[in-house]
Nanobody, 125 residues
């Protein structure tokens, strides 16, 4: 079993920056020892559906939502089993709960979805 724990959410003013972190842990779990299809970040604003913000996949590379292109950057540190989301020039519409997501497994034919518990980002105007 893999656990994803996010951190870094906060309340900031428009134009500010935040860096979200997601640590993946489990019984001897390591990014280097599993097959990873997709990892990245989703968000859910109040009253809206969860949407992909930034993802890294083995088949499509890095993809950003149009609304965050040029402002957000996703990165991975395999040695730390961590995924990060650097968010700059934040806007009120970036407000929401941000979730870390991972689709991985012991092989490419045996993957499953993992979600973190979410971290709140609030951007005020």
């Amino acid at each position: 079993q893999v656990q994803l724990v996010e951190s870094g959410g906060d309340s900031v003013q428009a134009g500010g920056s935040l860096r979200l972190s997601c640590l993946a842990s489990g019984n001897s779990f390591s990014f280097r020892d599993v097959s990873i299809d997709i990892m990245g970040w989703y968000r859910q604003a109040p009253g809206k559906q969860r949407e992909a913000v930034a993802t890294i996949s083995s088949f499509a590379g890095t993809i950003y939502a149009n609304s965050v292109k040029g402002r957000f950057a996703v990165s991975v540190d395999n040695a730390k089993n961590s995924v990060y989301l650097q968010m700059n020039s934040l806007k009120p519409e970036d407000t929401g709960v941000y979730y870390c997501y991972l689709r991985a497994g012991p092989s490419r034919w045996s993957v499953r979805d993992y979600w973190g518990q979410g971290t709140q980002v609030t951007v005020s105007s």
